[in-house]
C-alpha cells in the first residue's frame, strides 16, 4: 500500500551495526505497528504506538527500539545487530475510529545482518 | 505459547477446487477474527474478517466459518484462481480492537493451472 511506505527496502549489515527502519505513512492513523516475519513463524509483533506519546512492547521486544517522530512516522533501530534478527520487518498502521478493524501494512524491509 | 494455530503450512489446489486454511486458538477472549493475504513482495493485506456473533461470513468466493464451541475458525476460497496463490495469515484480537492482533504462522497456497 503506497500510503505506508518503509526504507530502505533491502538492507545488508553486519553484526553489531546500528541500524534503522524507517516507516511513514500518510494515512492519518494514530496507530501505528512493527513487526517481523520469518518463514513458517507467521507475524510477530515487536513493538506499538496508539499515538506520538505511547509507546509499548509487543511480544518480541528485546534488542529492538522505537521512536515515534510524529503521527506520521515510526522508526525502528537495532542497536547491535545480530544475524537472528536477519528478518523481514512491516510497519502498519489503523485506525481505532474506523467502522472496521484493519491495519494496513507496508511493503516491508528485507534486513541481513552478516 | 502460541495462541493461534494455523494449518496447513502449505496447500496445493487445482484450478476451480476448493481451498481450505484452518486455525484454532486458545484465548476465549478473542473477539475479532480476521484473515490477511500476503502476495510475494508484498505486505499482507485484509482479505475478509468476522466477528463471534456470526458463524458464516461470505465475500465473493471467500468465506470464513466460524466455530465458537470449538475454538475455531476456517476460511474457503472457491473456485480457486492462480490469482488466488498468496501466503494467509489467520489473525485474532481482543475486545473488537485491532490493536493487538495475534497472528497464525501463515499458509502458503499454491493454485495450479
Known amino acids: 500500500d503506497a500510503d505506508v511506505t518503509q526504507t530502505p527496502r533491502n538492507r545488508i549489515t553486519k553484526t553489531g551495526k546500528r541500524i534503522m527502519l524507517e516507516c511513514s505513512q500518510t494515512k492519518g492513523h494514530d496507530r501505528m505497528y512493527w513487526y517481523r516475519q520469518d518463514p513458517g513463524l507467521g507475524l510477530r509483533l515487536i513493538y506499538y504506538?496508539?499515538?506520538?506519546?505511547?509507546?509499548n512492547k509487543g511480544e518480541i521486544s528485546d534488542g529492538y527500539s522505537v521512536s515515534r517522530q510524529a503521527q506520521a512516522k515510526f522508526s525502528l533501530s537495532l542497536e547491535s545487530a545480530i544475524p537472528n534478527q536477519t528478518a523481514l520487518y512491516f510497519c502498519?498502521?489503523?485506525?481505532?475510529?474506523?467502522?472496521?478493524?484493519?491495519?494496513?501494512f507496508g511493503p516491508g524491509t528485507r534486513l541481513t545482518v552478516l | 505459547q502460541q495462541q493461534v494455530k494455523q494449518s496447513p503450512q502449505s496447500l496445493i489446489v487445482q484450478k476451480g477446487g476448493i481451498s481450505i486454511i484452518n486455525c484454532a486458538y486458545e484465548n476465549t477472549a478473542f473477539d475479532y477474527f480476521p484473515w490477511y493475504q500476503q502476495f510475494p513482495g508484498k505486505g499482507p493485506a485484509l482479505l475478509i474478517a468476522?466477528?463471534?456473533?456470526?458463524s458464516e461470513k461470505k465475500e465473493g468466493r471467500f468465506t470464513i466459518s466460524f466455530n465458537k464451541s470449538a475454538k475455531q475458525f476456517s476460511l474457503h476460497i472457491m473456485d480457486s484462481q492462480p490469482g488466488d496463490s498468496a501466503t494467509y495469515f489467520c489473525a485474532a484480537s481482543i475486545g473488537g480492537s485491532n490493536y493487538k492482533l495475534t497472528f497464525g504462522k501463515g499458509t502458503l497456497l499454491t493454485v495450479n493451472p
Open positions: 468476522i466477528r463471534p456473533d456470526v
Open positions: 504506538s496508539f499515538d506520538v506519546k505511547d509507546i
Open positions: 502498519a498502521t489503523s485506525d481505532p475510529g474506523a467502522a472496521t478493524d484493519t491495519q494496513y
